[in-house]
C-alpha cells in the first residue's frame, strides 16, 4: 500500500536519526535512576550459535510463577544492543514480570526474515527457560519499540514463525510501541536493505496478518512521532477490529518517538502514562 512521503524521513531517522536518539536512552542505562525491587538476573543466556543470538534477564526480587515478557528494541534493522535497555526491561521487571531481552541478528549480517526468525528463537528459548527465573511459561507475552515492536507483531500474528520453532501457541498478548506495521513500498535505504530481497513484499507487513484468533493486541503511538507516524498504529488497529480480532489503540499527544519508550524511565514518566497502560494490559491479559 503507497501511502505518503513520510517513511523517507522515518526510515533515515530509524537508521541514522535513531541511533543519535538511541544516545540519550543509553545515558538512562548508565546514569539514569532504575526502578527498585527488580535487577538483572542472568546475562548472555543463548538460543542460537551466532554472537548476536544471546538474551538478558531480568527478575524481581523473590520472582516465582510471574508471567514472562519478551522485549525487543528498535533500531532500524540494522543496528542496537540489549546491553543499552536494561532500565527499560527492569521498569517492567520491577511491576511484576520476568522480562527476557534478546540481541538478533541485524543488517546487513541478515536480510528479512532471518531478523523475525531470531525473535521466534530467542521466543522459544525463553518458554524454556523462563522457570528458571521465577516465570510462568504458560503467560507469556511480547512487546517491542519502533522496529522491535515489529518483530513483536510480526511473530505474534504471522503463524509460520512460532510453528517453526514448535511453539505455536506460546505468546498470549502483544504490545507494539511506535512500531511500522505497513510501510510499502521499499523506497528508501533502510526498507529495501532490510526487506527489498523479499519475493512478496506483502509477507513482510504485519498488517497482512492481521486475523480474527491472534492474541490480544496492544497498540500505542505518540502523536507528534515523525519516524514511523501514528497512521501505523491505526491502519493495524482497524484492521484487526475489521477481522474480529481483539486490539486497542493508545495515542499519547505531544510524544514523538523516542518519547514513547523514554517514558519507561523514571525520569520522564510523569509525561504520559505509557508505561502504566502497556502493564495494565499485560497483568489482564497474563492474568
Known amino acids: 500500500m503507497t501511502r505518503r512521503g513520510l517513511f523517507a524521513p522515518a526510515f533515515a531517522a530509524l537508521t541514522g536519526g535513531l541511533a543519535a536518539a538511541c544516545s540519550p536512552l543509553s545515558l538512562f542505562n548508565t546514569l539514569g535512576p532504575r526502578d527498585r525491587g527488580a535487577a538483572k538476573v542472568a546475562s548472555g543466556l543463548r538460543y542460537g550459535d551466532d554472537p548476536r543470538q544471546t538474551m538478558d534477564v531480568y527478575a524481581p526480587v523473590g520472582a516465582a510463577d510471574l508471567p514472562v515478557l519478551v522485549f525487543f528494541y528498535g533500531g532500524g534493522w540494522d543496528s542496537g544492543s540489549k546491553d543499552v535497555y536494561g532500565w527499560a526491561a527492569q521498569a517492567l521487571a520491577a ?3 520476568v522480562v527476557f531481552v534478546p540481541d538478533y541478528r541485524v543488517v ?3 536480510r528479512f526474515p532471518s531478523f523475525i526468525e531470531d525473535a521466534a528463537a530467542a521466543t522459544a528459548r525463553t518458554g524454556e527457560l523462563a522457570a528458571t527465573y521465577g516465570g510462568d511459561a504458560g503467560r507469556l507475552g511480547v512487546l517491542g519499540h519502533s522496529a522491535g515492536a515489529h518483530l513483536a ?4 500474528l504471522d503463524r509460520r514463525y512460532m510453528a517453526a520453532v514448535d511453539r505455536p501457541g506460546l505468546i498470549r498478548a502483544a504490545a507494539g510501541l511506535a512500531g ?3 510501510f510499502l513500498p521499499f523506497d528508501v535505504a533502510a526498507s529495501q536493505n532490510a526487506f527489498g530481497r523479499a519475493p512478496d513484499p506483502t ?3 504485519p498488517v497482512t496478518f492481521a486475523r ?3 492474541p490480544p493486541l496492544w497498540l500505542g503511538h505518540g502523536t507528534a512521532d515523525t519516524v514511523v507516524h501514528a497512521e501505523d498504529t491505526t ?3 482497524d484492521r484487526m477490529r475489521a477481522v474480529g480480532g481483539r486490539s486497542e489503540a493508545h495515542l499519547y499527544p505531544g510524544l514523538d518517538h523516542a518519547d514513547l519508550i523514554a517514558t519507561f524511565s523514571p525520569l520522564f514518566r510523569k509525561k504520559a502514562p505509557v508505561l502504566d497502560d502497556v502493564v495494565g494490559f499485560f497483568r489482564r491479559e497474563l492474568a
Open 108 to 110: 546487513p549480517q541478515v
Open 95 to 97: 511491576r511484576g514480570f
Open 235 to 237: 491502519i493495524l488497529d
Open 203 to 205: 509477507l513482510t507487513q
Open 212 to 214: 480474527r484468533d491472534a
Open 180 to 182: 511500522p506495521y505497513d
Open 153 to 156: 507483531m510480526m511473530i505474534t
